[in-house]
């Protein structure tokens, strides 16, 4: 397939990018290039004949048009997204213009050209969203791709406004639309400012190691390979107008996960151990969800995907990667609002 990628040069859409590549599908990745997006995440296969750059931003209908009709593609993969729940607490303005209106643009753009395109019945618009649409579990319980929404950051309130505008363009002009919500994130390429690039860049600078509240926070943590393996599969199995929830089986305390990178420092950085004396922990976030956690069952069933990482295994990986890769993280610390304590405006 020919597939236009979103927010390609970012965390998860560049992970998208590379593994589609390497699968042989041709990528037309279209980013803007904001503060948290990296060419560098891409450069594996920039020189690749299957791979195409467009530097443009959702917010702009035109170069949307432009693009779709020069490439053609046969499948929207939309991840351009601000995502920083912190950064959505001091400026929700951005969150609002890139992640609704943003959605709402690439939306009409898709539905041009599958309308001009004669509506192929092979394309797709697979929209990435996040198990924070949810809102806050308790003790027991897992999200469901029937759980009501319920947004608590203006983050995860864009991402659901977004999702309600996918949902409303397939039922009212019949746009094949896939959707999935996945849990956190984690792995090579993640941007410097989410917690666990933090933990590993501060302990090797002998900085504090910032825990929110007491650190019982819960998140179901999915590697970001798995997470690319699984959305390139909804892509081409999942069935036209239903949603899938992509998590990991991974569930941990924000401090369980820390004392697990910090372990595995001290055992290959032991110079610096134990690293675990630099855990601090800081005033809670407002409106800080408790906890997340993914019912896999649709996806497991339906598609017979499972995550094939656990979170022992990926967090050894992504220390190990940044171990070896100063040159991709020491420049990203420099931008804007990197390092610093985000999301207290409030």
Not at 109 to 134: C, K, L, N
Request: with cysteine.
């Amino acid at each position: 397939m020919k597939l236009l990628v979103t927010g390609g040069a970012g965390f998860i859409g560049s992970a998208v990018v590379r593994l589609a590549i390497a699968r042989g599908h041709s990528v037309v990745n279209l980013d803007a290039l904001t503060y948290a997006a990296c060419l560098e995440n891409v450069a594996s296969v920039a020189d690749s004949p299957l791979y195409a750059f467009e530097h443009a931003d959702i917010r702009n209908r035109a170069a949307l048009d432009r693009i779709l009709a020069a490439h053609k593609p046969d499948a929207v993969m939309h991840l351009a997204a601000e995502s920083h729940v912190d950064r959505s607490i001091d400026g929700p303005g951005d969150f609002i213009e890139t992640n609704v209106n943003g959605t709402f643009n690439i939306l009409e753009a898709a539905r041009a050209y599958w309308m001009q395109e004669g509506q192929p019945s092979g394309f797709r618009f697979h929209h990435i969203s996040t198990d924070e649409v949810f809102g806050s579990l308790g003790p027991e319980g897992k999200f469901t791709e029937t759980t009501p929404y319920s947004p608590r950051s203006p983050y995860s309130a864009s991402k659901a406004a977004s999702d309600h505008l996918v949902r409303a363009w397939h039922e009212t002009y019949g746009l094949p639309v896939v959707l999935t919500n996945c849990s956190n994130n984690y792995g090579p390429y993640h941007f410097p400012e989410k917690l666990i690039p933090v933990v590993i860049l501060n302990a090797l600078a002998e900085k504090p190691l910032p825990i929110y509240g007491k650190g019982d926070n819960v998140r179901d943590w999915l590697f970001v390979e798995d997470h690319a393996d699984a959305l390139l599969l909804v892509l081409e199995k999942g069935e036209i107008g239903r949603s899938y929830n992509i998590g990991g089986e991974n569930e941990r305390t924000n401090l369980e996960l820390v004392q697990t990178i910090c372990a595995i420092l001290d055992e290959l950085r032991p110079e610096g151990a134990p690293h675990e004396r630099l855990i601090t922990f800081v005033a809670d976030r407002p409106g800080h969800d408790k906890r997340y956690a993914i019912d896999p069952t649709r996806i497991r069933k339906e598609l017979g995907w499972r995550p094939s990482v656990t979170v022992e295994e990926g967090l050894r990986r992504t220390v190990e990667w940044y171990l070896s890769n100063e040159g991709w993280w020491r420049p990203l610390q420099s931008r804007k609002g990197v390092g610093e304590r985000l999301g207290v405006k409030a």
